[in-house]
T-cell receptor, first 116, second 113 residues
């Protein structure tokens, strides 16, 4: 099955600096890679996602890059703000043209702390 | 205002008791999921349901049971057979079966006393 590894487990940055979180996956059939942000005591929320036919996607201060050959994808947050402090999860979902459930495999999470 | 609700937010249970966690969604989603979250670990899938009256075991189904009698509801029962039930439980839903965004509820923190 799919295995997703996420690094680092914790990350502290100064406000205004950039933060980068990296994930690798094992199943070359995976084709959908969402990133979720989880604030303390809440459920995860999707912040950005990318599909395997795209190498990069950007949404304001957040960007995700995907390298299918190397099987890794990264989350980039620029100009970090204190409200960016949270746990971030990457995930991978296998593709395929058939129907049926396609399991989402999550990384172990990165706790990001933005220091004012 | 569409979304997923979970109740209760906090739940305390004595050893040997079964407890049921509620999950309701008004997003008209077909698929629903239950995850368990432990510190330092990712989300682990307990059960999922693609359609009413059907559900499948996930990676860690032992000691848990579910039902899906209505599209909107997917309750999870943590039975006394679950050896280490203290955790944060998350319910999610998605539109369909193929890879796509999952919408999460706010979670229930279960503590066994």
């Amino acid at each position: 099955g799919e295995n997703v590894e996420q690094h680092p487990s914790t990350l502290s940055v100064q406000e205004g600096d950039s933060a980068v979180i990296k994930c690798t996956y094992s199943d070359s059939a995976s084709n959908y890679f969402p990133w979720y942000k989880q604030e303390l005591g809440k459920g995860p929320q999707l912040i950005i996602d990318i599909r395997s036919n795209v190498g990069e996607k950007k949404d304001q201060r957040i960007a995700v890059t995907l390298n299918k050959t190397a099987k890794h994808f990264s989350l980039h947050i620029t100009e970090t703000q204190p409200e960016d402090s949270a746990v971030y999860f990457c995930a991978a979902t296998p593709g395929g043209n058939s129907g049926g459930y396609q399991k989402v495999t999550f990384g172990t999470g990165t706790k990001l702390q933005v220091i004012p | 205002d569409g979304g997923i609700t979970q109740s209760p937010k906090y739940l305390f249970r004595k050893e040997g008791q079964n407890v049921t966690l509620s999950c309701e969604q008004n997003l008209n989603h077909d698929a629903m999921y239950w995850y368990r979250q432990d510190p330092g670990q990712g989300l682990r899938l307990i059960y999922y349901s693609q359609i009413v009256n059907d559900f499948q075991k996930g990676d860690i189904a032992e000691g848990y049971s579910v039902s899906r009698e209505k599209k909107e509801s997917f309750p999870l029962t943590v039975t006394s057979a679950q050896k280490n039930p203290t955790a944060f439980y998350l319910c999610a839903s998605s539109k369909g079966q193929r890879g796509g965004e999952q919408f999460f509820g706010p979670g229930t923190r279960l503590t066994v006393l």
